[in-house]
Protein backbone atom coordinates (compact mmCIF):
# COMPACT_ATOMS: atom_id res chain seq x y z
CA UNK A 1 0.00 0.00 0.00
CA UNK A 2 1.43 3.65 -0.95
CA UNK A 3 2.17 6.51 1.02
CA UNK A 4 -0.77 7.83 -1.11
CA UNK A 5 -3.42 5.28 -0.63
CA UNK A 6 -2.69 5.30 3.49
CA UNK A 7 -3.30 9.53 3.16
CA UNK A 8 -6.44 8.18 1.14
CA UNK A 9 -7.48 6.10 3.96
CA UNK A 10 -6.58 8.24 6.96
CA UNK A 11 -8.67 11.38 5.33
CA UNK A 12 -11.96 9.14 5.06
CA UNK A 13 -11.27 8.25 8.57
CA UNK A 14 -11.35 11.83 9.70
CA UNK A 15 -14.16 12.80 7.64
CA UNK A 16 -15.96 9.82 9.24
CA UNK A 17 -15.14 11.24 12.50
CA UNK A 18 -16.07 14.31 12.15
CA UNK A 19 -19.80 13.10 10.59
CA UNK A 20 -19.77 11.37 14.30
CA UNK A 21 -18.12 13.88 16.61
CA UNK A 22 -19.59 17.27 15.22
CA UNK A 23 -22.67 16.11 13.57
CA UNK A 24 -24.37 13.95 16.66
CA UNK A 25 -23.81 17.47 19.39
CA UNK A 26 -25.43 19.57 16.81
CA UNK A 27 -28.24 17.22 15.71
CA UNK A 28 -29.38 16.80 18.97
CA UNK A 29 -29.09 20.02 20.41
CA UNK A 30 -31.12 21.24 16.96
CA UNK A 31 -34.19 18.99 17.98
CA UNK A 32 -34.28 19.48 21.25
CA UNK A 33 -34.17 23.49 20.74
CA UNK A 34 -36.36 23.68 18.15
CA UNK A 35 -38.49 21.06 19.96
CA UNK A 36 -38.90 23.87 22.90
CA UNK A 37 -39.11 26.48 20.79
CA UNK A 38 -42.64 25.25 19.03
CA UNK A 39 -43.82 24.31 22.34
CA UNK A 40 -42.67 27.66 23.52
CA UNK A 41 -45.07 29.14 20.42
CA UNK A 42 -47.90 27.14 20.48
CA UNK A 43 -48.03 28.29 24.59
CA UNK A 44 -47.98 31.65 24.31
CA UNK A 45 -49.87 31.23 20.28
CA UNK A 46 -48.03 34.49 19.66
CA UNK A 47 -47.63 32.95 16.15
CA UNK A 48 -51.91 33.45 15.48
CA UNK A 49 -51.36 37.18 16.11
CA UNK A 50 -48.05 38.47 14.82
CA UNK A 51 -46.15 37.81 11.34
CA UNK A 52 -42.94 38.19 13.18
CA UNK A 53 -43.67 35.13 15.99
CA UNK A 54 -45.69 33.37 12.78
CA UNK A 55 -42.05 33.68 10.96
CA UNK A 56 -40.23 32.14 13.91
CA UNK A 57 -42.69 29.58 14.66
CA UNK A 58 -42.60 28.33 11.14
CA UNK A 59 -39.06 28.28 10.78
CA UNK A 60 -38.23 25.73 13.68
CA UNK A 61 -40.65 23.58 12.31
CA UNK A 62 -39.08 23.52 8.82
CA UNK A 63 -35.68 23.69 10.72
CA UNK A 64 -36.64 20.49 12.59
CA UNK A 65 -37.49 18.51 8.95
CA UNK A 66 -33.71 19.70 7.68
CA UNK A 67 -32.09 18.62 10.44
CA UNK A 68 -33.64 15.17 10.66
CA UNK A 69 -34.03 15.00 6.73
CA UNK A 70 -30.45 16.41 6.21
CA UNK A 71 -27.98 15.71 8.76
CA UNK A 72 -29.27 12.12 9.81
CA UNK A 73 -28.91 11.48 6.53
CA UNK A 74 -25.41 12.76 6.71
CA UNK A 75 -24.23 11.03 8.79
CA UNK A 76 -25.58 7.39 7.51
CA UNK A 77 -23.64 8.48 4.43
CA UNK A 78 -20.70 9.29 5.78
CA UNK A 79 -20.46 6.80 8.87
CA UNK A 80 -22.43 3.60 7.77
CA UNK A 81 -22.37 3.13 4.03
CA UNK A 82 -26.07 1.45 4.51
CA UNK A 83 -28.32 -0.43 2.20
CA UNK A 84 -30.17 2.70 2.22
CA UNK A 85 -27.67 5.13 0.65
CA UNK A 86 -27.99 2.93 -2.31
CA UNK A 87 -31.39 2.95 -2.47
CA UNK A 88 -33.38 4.89 -5.61
CA UNK A 89 -35.76 6.19 -3.00
CA UNK A 90 -33.09 7.56 -0.92
CA UNK A 91 -31.39 9.00 -3.90
CA UNK A 92 -34.79 10.46 -5.60
CA UNK A 93 -36.38 11.74 -1.94
CA UNK A 94 -33.97 13.15 0.09
CA UNK A 95 -32.23 15.83 -1.47
CA UNK A 96 -35.79 17.40 -2.95
CA UNK A 97 -37.09 17.30 0.57
CA UNK A 98 -34.14 18.68 2.27
CA UNK A 99 -33.90 21.39 0.12
CA UNK A 100 -38.09 22.20 0.43
CA UNK A 101 -37.48 22.45 4.00
CA UNK A 102 -34.16 24.60 3.84
CA UNK A 103 -35.51 27.13 0.98
CA UNK A 104 -38.29 27.72 3.82
CA UNK A 105 -36.25 27.71 6.55
CA UNK A 106 -34.31 30.52 4.56
CA UNK A 107 -37.51 32.11 3.59
CA UNK A 108 -39.05 32.44 6.78
CA UNK A 109 -35.67 34.06 8.04
CA UNK A 110 -35.78 36.62 5.15
CA UNK A 111 -39.64 37.51 5.68
CA UNK A 112 -38.90 37.77 9.11
CA UNK A 113 -35.82 40.49 8.61
CA UNK A 114 -38.25 42.17 6.65
CA UNK A 115 -40.84 42.32 8.64
CA UNK A 116 -38.63 43.65 11.60
CA UNK A 117 -38.01 46.81 8.78
CA UNK A 118 -41.41 47.15 8.16
CA UNK A 119 -42.82 47.12 11.39
CA UNK A 120 -39.54 49.66 12.96
CA UNK A 121 -40.14 51.73 10.20
CA UNK A 122 -42.05 55.30 11.14
CA UNK A 123 -43.95 55.14 8.16
CA UNK A 124 -47.01 53.98 9.17
CA UNK A 125 -48.52 52.69 5.69
CA UNK A 126 -45.03 50.39 5.77
CA UNK A 127 -46.01 49.37 9.65
CA UNK A 128 -49.58 48.22 8.23
CA UNK A 129 -48.29 46.15 5.59
CA UNK A 130 -47.06 43.65 8.43
CA UNK A 131 -50.06 41.41 8.75
CA UNK A 132 -50.48 37.91 9.79
CA UNK A 133 -52.39 37.43 6.99
CA UNK A 134 -49.81 38.12 4.16
CA UNK A 135 -47.69 36.25 6.89
CA UNK A 136 -49.64 32.89 5.83
CA UNK A 137 -49.91 34.17 2.17
CA UNK A 138 -45.91 34.27 1.41
CA UNK A 139 -45.02 31.12 3.72
CA UNK A 140 -47.73 28.60 2.23
CA UNK A 141 -47.19 30.55 -1.39
CA UNK A 142 -43.15 30.12 -0.74
CA UNK A 143 -43.95 26.35 0.40
CA UNK A 144 -45.41 26.06 -3.00
CA UNK A 145 -42.73 27.34 -4.89
CA UNK A 146 -39.89 25.32 -3.40
CA UNK A 147 -42.08 22.57 -3.61
CA UNK A 148 -42.25 22.79 -8.08
CA UNK A 149 -38.56 23.37 -7.82
CA UNK A 150 -37.22 20.73 -6.23
CA UNK A 151 -40.06 18.47 -8.08
CA UNK A 152 -37.63 18.21 -11.47
CA UNK A 153 -34.97 16.17 -9.25
CA UNK A 154 -37.12 13.15 -8.61
CA UNK A 155 -37.00 12.55 -12.41
CA UNK A 156 -33.51 13.38 -13.01
CA UNK A 157 -31.34 11.08 -10.48
CA UNK A 158 -29.81 7.93 -10.62
CA UNK A 159 -26.98 6.30 -8.49
CA UNK A 160 -23.77 6.21 -8.64
CA UNK A 161 -21.68 3.69 -6.31
CA UNK A 162 -18.01 5.10 -7.90
CA UNK A 163 -16.80 7.19 -5.66
CA UNK A 164 -18.66 7.91 -3.40
CA UNK A 165 -21.72 7.12 -2.83
CA UNK A 166 -23.77 9.87 -4.68
CA UNK A 167 -26.61 10.60 -6.94
CA UNK A 168 -25.61 11.71 -9.98
CA UNK A 169 -28.07 14.16 -12.34
CA UNK A 170 -29.00 12.93 -15.56
CA UNK A 171 -29.89 16.13 -17.04
CA UNK A 172 -26.28 18.36 -17.53
CA UNK A 173 -28.65 21.65 -17.86
CA UNK A 174 -30.43 20.74 -14.77
CA UNK A 175 -27.43 19.77 -12.93
CA UNK A 176 -25.88 23.29 -13.83
CA UNK A 177 -29.35 24.82 -12.82
CA UNK A 178 -29.43 23.45 -9.00
CA UNK A 179 -25.38 24.42 -8.52
CA UNK A 180 -25.58 27.82 -9.57
CA UNK A 181 -29.30 28.83 -9.10
CA UNK A 182 -30.55 26.97 -6.26
CA UNK A 183 -27.72 25.87 -3.64
CA UNK A 184 -25.49 29.22 -4.57
CA UNK A 185 -28.09 31.49 -5.16
CA UNK A 186 -31.56 30.34 -3.08
CA UNK A 187 -29.70 28.92 -0.75
CA UNK A 188 -26.40 30.90 0.29
CA UNK A 189 -26.28 34.37 -1.71
CA UNK A 190 -29.72 35.34 -2.16
CA UNK A 191 -30.19 35.15 1.54
CA UNK A 192 -27.01 36.66 3.16
CA UNK A 193 -27.87 39.93 1.28
CA UNK A 194 -31.50 40.12 2.14
CA UNK A 195 -30.96 39.20 5.63
CA UNK A 196 -27.99 41.94 5.57
CA UNK A 197 -29.64 44.38 4.18
CA UNK A 198 -32.88 44.54 6.02
CA UNK A 199 -31.09 43.87 9.16
CA UNK A 200 -29.44 47.21 8.89
CA UNK A 201 -32.23 48.91 7.54
CA UNK A 202 -33.97 47.87 10.79
CA UNK A 203 -31.27 48.95 13.04
CA UNK A 204 -31.50 52.12 11.21
CA UNK A 205 -35.04 52.78 11.92
CA UNK A 206 -34.89 52.28 15.19
CA UNK A 207 -32.05 55.17 15.99
CA UNK A 208 -34.05 57.40 14.48
CA UNK A 209 -36.72 57.41 16.45
CA UNK A 210 -37.31 60.55 18.30
CA UNK A 211 -37.37 60.24 22.60
CA UNK A 212 -41.61 59.73 22.94
CA UNK A 213 -41.40 57.60 20.10
CA UNK A 214 -38.51 54.93 21.86
CA UNK A 215 -40.25 55.59 25.26
CA UNK A 216 -43.45 54.02 23.48
CA UNK A 217 -41.94 51.32 22.06
CA UNK A 218 -38.85 50.71 24.09
CA UNK A 219 -39.13 46.52 24.51
CA UNK A 220 -40.08 45.85 21.13
CA UNK A 221 -37.27 48.17 19.80
CA UNK A 222 -34.45 46.27 21.97
CA UNK A 223 -36.09 42.57 20.91
CA UNK A 224 -36.23 44.21 17.38
CA UNK A 225 -32.35 45.49 17.55
CA UNK A 226 -31.04 41.96 19.12
CA UNK A 227 -33.25 40.21 16.78
CA UNK A 228 -31.52 41.69 13.55
CA UNK A 229 -27.90 41.81 15.00
CA UNK A 230 -28.07 38.23 15.99
CA UNK A 231 -29.89 37.01 13.11
CA UNK A 232 -26.95 38.64 10.53
CA UNK A 233 -24.44 37.25 12.84
CA UNK A 234 -25.50 33.72 12.80
CA UNK A 235 -25.80 33.86 9.03
CA UNK A 236 -22.01 35.16 8.50
CA UNK A 237 -20.57 33.07 11.22
CA UNK A 238 -22.43 29.99 9.59
CA UNK A 239 -23.50 30.26 6.52
CA UNK A 240 -21.03 32.20 4.83
CA UNK A 241 -17.83 30.24 5.17
CA UNK A 242 -20.66 27.33 3.73
CA UNK A 243 -21.56 29.91 0.63
CA UNK A 244 -17.32 30.29 0.04
CA UNK A 245 -16.99 26.48 -0.02
CA UNK A 246 -19.94 25.97 -2.40
CA UNK A 247 -18.26 28.54 -4.57
CA UNK A 248 -15.25 26.59 -4.88
CA UNK A 249 -16.44 23.44 -5.19
CA UNK A 250 -19.34 24.89 -8.31
CA UNK A 251 -16.12 26.77 -9.84
CA UNK A 252 -14.06 23.37 -9.73
CA UNK A 253 -16.72 20.82 -10.36
CA UNK A 254 -15.67 20.31 -14.02
CA UNK A 255 -11.92 19.72 -13.18
CA UNK A 256 -10.44 16.61 -13.16
CA UNK A 257 -9.48 15.62 -10.21
CA UNK A 258 -7.45 12.80 -8.75
CA UNK A 259 -8.67 10.22 -5.63
CA UNK A 260 -6.44 12.11 -3.13
CA UNK A 261 -7.77 15.50 -4.14
CA UNK A 262 -11.25 14.51 -4.47
CA UNK A 263 -10.75 12.65 -0.36
CA UNK A 264 -9.74 15.93 0.56
CA UNK A 265 -12.29 17.77 -1.06
CA UNK A 266 -14.87 15.61 0.25
CA UNK A 267 -13.72 16.11 3.95
CA UNK A 268 -13.90 20.08 3.50
CA UNK A 269 -17.69 19.27 2.25
CA UNK A 270 -18.57 17.47 5.04
CA UNK A 271 -16.91 19.37 7.78
CA UNK A 272 -18.55 23.52 5.99
CA UNK A 273 -22.15 21.18 5.65
CA UNK A 274 -22.06 20.02 9.48
CA UNK A 275 -20.78 23.52 10.15
CA UNK A 276 -23.70 25.05 8.55
CA UNK A 277 -26.23 23.09 10.60
CA UNK A 278 -25.72 25.39 13.57
CA UNK A 279 -28.02 27.54 11.62
CA UNK A 280 -30.74 24.98 12.21
CA UNK A 281 -29.81 24.93 16.16
CA UNK A 282 -31.32 27.45 17.59
CA UNK A 283 -30.02 29.82 20.62
CA UNK A 284 -32.78 28.85 22.78
CA UNK A 285 -32.55 31.77 25.41
CA UNK A 286 -32.47 34.45 22.69
CA UNK A 287 -35.57 32.90 20.35
CA UNK A 288 -37.70 32.23 23.51
CA UNK A 289 -37.12 35.59 25.02
CA UNK A 290 -37.85 37.40 21.84
CA UNK A 291 -40.88 35.25 21.64
CA UNK A 292 -42.64 36.14 24.89
CA UNK A 293 -42.07 39.62 23.56
CA UNK A 294 -43.64 39.58 20.14
CA UNK A 295 -46.42 37.80 22.37
CA UNK A 296 -47.39 41.34 23.85
CA UNK A 297 -49.39 43.20 21.48
CA UNK A 298 -47.71 46.35 21.49
Known amino acids: MSSNDTSIIQLQLVTKCI ?43 FDLNALIIGLIGHIIIQGFRSYAVTSEAWCRFRI ?25 SQNPILRQQSTIR ?54 NIIPILIISLFGYLSYRNIHRFNINQQRTLSIFNRQTIKMALFTISIVLLFQAPYTIAQIYFTSTANITKNIYRQTQEQLANVFFFIYAYNMNAPKKKSDCSIGRILALKW
Request: overall charge positive.
Open 19 to 61: AFAVGFPILIVGIVGNLMNIIVFLSLSSYKTNACSFYMFAKSF
Open 96 to 120: PLLYINSLCSYTCLCLQSIDSFLCS
Open 134 to 187: RAHYLVFGFLFIWICNESPYYFMQQINLIPNWRCQTTNTIYAQYRSYFTILGLS
